[in-house]
């Protein structure tokens, strides 16, 4: 089976969801397979996108090392994750194709090459807003979409240190999510994208994970099963706790919102996430109607969020008309 020019086996793959909708446990998981390498976050494939101009021409050597270096010196990149080589990787950056998307590649691959594995991927929370880009990068692209109970996911962000936001700005990162993986699975071919409920992964992780590789076309392997094993070889050690990643699979955070969230605070959800939520096969409690305030709140925190992503949408539509350039990875 191929998928352009690509065997299938060869596509890499990309995880996505709603911040603490457990694409950590899923990244593990997939990581966990012998052919295939998912990192850690590293947040530099978005920014070699739109930072694309700063770079030039990347037919010239030079300025595909100034790509190289953009990549393994900014400490916010979390490029030390990988622990690669940087003089390394910038020498392989500079003999790749001369596109963002073959810079890109490259240090994906070069991640994989260091644990023996032919397939690489990435796994990123907020990759569901840029899934056009990821696929103008690299067209044979498979796409995975962890969905967790909306519910669960808020509650675990107002508990999360480093999220800091009303529970507005929480519900709309769910259904922000949730969106975009909506218009993927109508819009990307059958073969490219993959859906799956973290409650029933954490339930049967075996058979949901050999489902998940019958799609991308592998061999499934009990050692998927079993991501504690891998957390401190892949994960951070900064976030090793944060994530929940030295424990077992076990479905023990399922429903945490019926003691983590206030009634009001239920009530705000489910008017909000509501429909969404009896889509994706979660029961409601038809608890009482949100406040109006609340709702209101919701509203301007969502209409901000999505007013600053657009600008940014529109400004890189403009961008790509005025100056276009080749951007998918070229062939290895």
């Given at each position: 089976?191929?998928?352009?020019?690509?065997?299938?086996?060869?596509?890499?793959?990309?995880?996505?969801?709603?911040?603490?909708?457990?694409?950590?446990?899923?990244?593990?998981?997939?990581?966990?397979?012998?052919?295939?390498?998912?990192?850690?976050?590293?947040?530099?494939?978005?920014?070699?996108y739109?930072?694309?101009?700063?770079?030039?021409?990347?037919?010239?050597?030079?300025?595909?090392?100034?790509?190289?270096?953009?990549?393994?010196?900014?400490?916010?990149?979390?490029?030390?994750?990988?622990?690669?080589?940087?003089?390394?990787?910038?020498?392989?950056?500079?003999?790749?194709?001369?596109?963002?998307?073959?810079?890109?590649?490259t240090?994906?691959?070069?991640?994989?090459?260091?644990?023996?594995?032919?397939?690489?991927?990435?796994?990123?929370?907020?990759?569901?807003?840029?899934?056009?880009?990821?696929?103008?990068?690299?067209?044979?692209?498979?796409?995975?979409?962890?969905?967790?109970?909306?519910?669960?996911?808020?509650?675990?962000?107002?508990?999360?240190?480093?999220w800091?936001?009303?529970?507005?700005?929480?519900?709309?990162?769910?259904?922000?999510?949730?969106?975009?993986?909506?218009?993927?699975?109508?819009?990307?071919?059958?073969?490219?994208?993959?859906?799956?409920?973290?409650?029933?992964?954490?339930?049967?992780?075996?058979?949901?994970?050999?489902?998940?590789?019958?799609?991308?076309?592998?061999?499934?392997?009990?050692a998927?099963?079993?991501?504690?094993?891998?957390?401190?070889?892949?994960?951070a050690?900064?976030?090793?706790?944060?994530?929940?990643?030295?424990?077992?699979?076990?479905?023990?955070?399922?429903?945490?919102?019926?003691?983590?969230?206030?009634?009001?605070?239920?009530?705000?959800?489910?008017?909000?996430?509501g429909?969404?939520?009896?889509?994706?096969?979660?029961?409601?409690?038809?608890?009482?109607?949100?406040?109006?305030?609340?709702?209101?709140?919701?509203?301007?925190?969502?209409?901000?969020?999505?007013?600053r992503?657009?600008?940014?949408?529109?400004?890189?539509?403009?961008?790509?008309?005025?100056?276009?350039?080749?951007?998918?990875?070229?062939?290895?």
């Open positions: 089976m191929t998928h352009g020019d690509a065997p299938a086996r060869d596509r890499p793959i990309f995880v996505f969801g709603c911040p603490r909708s457990g694409t950590t446990m899923l990244q593990l998981m997939l990581h966990g397979h012998p052919r295939i390498a998912i990192p850690p976050e590293t947040r530099f494939v978005e920014r070699c739109f930072d694309r101009r700063a770079f030039g021409d990347l037919r010239d050597p030079d300025n595909r090392r100034r790509l190289a270096a953009s990549i393994v010196t900014p400490e916010e990149t979390r490029f030390r994750d990988l622990q690669l080589d940087p003089a390394d990787v910038v020498e392989q950056v500079v003999a790749a194709g001369p596109t963002v998307g073959s810079a890109c590649a240090v994906l691959r070069m991640y994989a090459a260091r644990f023996g594995k032919p397939r690489w991927g990435d796994k990123r929370p907020g990759y569901h807003r840029v899934i056009p880009i990821l696929r103008t990068l690299f067209p044979d692209a498979v796409f995975v979409h962890l969905v967790r109970d909306g519910r669960d996911c808020v509650a675990s962000l107002e508990r999360a240190s480093w800091n936001r009303p529970i507005h700005h929480s519900i709309h990162a769910w259904m922000s999510a949730t969106s975009n993986a909506r218009r993927a699975a109508r819009t990307l071919p059958a073969d490219s994208f993959y859906e799956l409920r973290y409650e029933e992964l954490v339930a049967e992780p075996g058979k949901q994970l050999s489902a998940l590789c019958e799609f991308l076309d592998e061999e499934y392997d009990e998927m099963a079993t991501p504690k094993a891998l957390a401190g070889v892949v994960v050690p900064r976030k090793m706790r944060v994530e929940g990643t030295y424990r077992d699979v076990s479905t023990s955070s399922i429903g945490n919102w019926r003691t983590r969230l206030e009634p009001w605070q239920v009530d705000l959800c489910e008017a909000i996430m429909d969404r939520l009896r889509e994706y096969g979660y029961d409601l409690t038809g608890a009482g109607r949100a406040p109006a305030a609340h709702r209101l709140a919701y509203a301007r925190a969502a209409f901000g969020r999505s007013r992503w657009y600008g940014t949408v529109l400004a890189d539509r403009v961008e790509r008309t005025l100056r276009p350039q080749p951007l998918a990875a070229e062939p290895q």
